[in-house]
């Protein structure tokens, strides 16, 4: 193993060990065939995935004390992720509390939010969560504290044991921060269950159904 994947691993770990208390969130916001610049058709999201047309866009739950996604973690990033049933998409506005060095967003924050991102898009596929067991990261540019960012990430291949997928971290104007690509080990039906069960699905949210079946995600 790289000293790379080494340094991401024991940084997750370090990460998920950050205390858990109530906080606010920064607001996710889509609009069909528009994600902060050209439609991803247009070649805005390079992540080589078949554009959909005016696609139906799904909230996805969240939970409580998660880094990422937490509702009641103060130190965490507390987005909301979104799909269209391919990608997944949230934005991010990192905070002091996220910083490495002055004015910049710590690599490990961004490892965080990548991660969940890319592990999000073959669970809405299969209806089956997975956690990530390899991380590569190329981190382009620095990501300044109080700049608005969009992640986003997309399934590569499901077809083996370890499924697979990308993603991106970019700014709204189109700038690429972080580009990465991931391995995930894909969890039982009964494991999947058994989280969905901590899971907050508040009005506006795809309904668990859904998400455990894995679509259909056009439903009007």
């Given amino acids: 193993m790289s000293l790379t994947l080494i340094y991401v691993h024991y940084l997750l770990r370090f990460v998920n060990t950050l205390p858990y208390v109530a906080c606010t969130y920064s607001s996710t916001s889509y609009t069909p065939a528009r994600l902060h610049g050209p439609s991803p058709s247009a070649g805005t999201i390079h992540l080589g995935g078949c554009p959909v047309s005016e696609p139906r866009i799904w909230r996805l739950p969240h939970s409580r004390v998660c880094f990422v996604c937490g509702e009641e973690n103060r130190c965490g990033l507390n987005v909301r992720f979104l799909t269209d049933g391919s990608r997944v998409w ?76 990308r993603g991106e971290i970019r700014g709204a104007d189109g700038t690429v921060y972080v580009r990465g690509s991931g391995r995930f080990m894909p969890m039982s039906r009964e494991q999947t269950e058994q989280v969905m069960d901590m899971l907050i699905f508040d009005e506006g949210t795809v309904p668990r159904e859904i998400l455990s079946s894995g679509g259909p995600w056009q439903t009007s």
């Fill in 90 to 165: 949230t934005t991010l506005v990192p905070r002091d509390i996220h910083m490495g060095y002055a004015g910049i967003t710590h690599g490990g924050v961004l490892t965080a939010v990548l991660d969940e991102t890319m592990g999000w898009a073959p669970a809405v596929l299969t209806g089956r969560f997975c956690m990530a067991v390899e991380l590569r990261l190329e981190l382009r540019r620095s990501v300044p504290i109080g700049q608005e960012v969009t992640v986003v990430g997309e399934m590569t291949d499901i077809s083996r044991r370890i499924w697979e997928g």
